[in-house]
């Protein structure tokens, strides 16, 4: 029979946006690691706060409002990685807000273990997502519940226009976690139902019904 389920995530134990998860950008100009977080996160109608470092700003932007399906969002531009993480800490402590994301560029002296445990026990303490985007920076030590690395693909067919783009596709990779099983999967955002969708990057081939008893018995 041929394997083609769908792969999923494995339910977890606490909502995956009530503590701090990371994602790696593949890099500054690919615009994936924001996508796919801000499609994970869930609709209401508080703000966002979120925070940049002035290296992630200069090299990646600002945050592009008409992309954001309207939502509200409370920025702050600051100088150095250890203010943005002051600001995100700071920021968990606001139940009324819908989520705290922070940018780092690199890897920074300041983002170190204890810096994303505190921001850890500060989110799962309130009940705030917190999301950290890194660009330029290699996977260190961290306490983040959930890591991942996001790539840009082409997106979905346009079922209305062929030559305009349809529902974006991201891959990504789930390398660590504390409450889902890491895994690689081709993530769709699906528009008009508001969700992201995770399906297997490649489809298992054939299994004989006999497993292979055959040969098993002809190496003997």
Known sequence: MSNTRNQRPTP???PEGH???EVFSASATDAAAIGFLVARLPRADAPLFWVQDRFSQQEAGQPYLPGLA??????????RPVDVLWAMEEGLRCTSLAAVIGEV???PRALDFTATKRLVMRAERHGVPCWLIRRGAAPDLSSARNRWRVLSLPSQANPDDPGAPGDPRWQVELFRSRHMRPGTWIATHDRAADRVDLTAPFRDGAVAQDDGAPERRAAR
């Open 12 to 14: 977890l134990s606490c």
């Open 19 to 21: 503590t701090l998860s």
């Open 105 to 107: 560029w690199g890897n």
């Open 70 to 79: 309207g939502r509200r969002i409370i920025r702050a531009d600051l100088n």
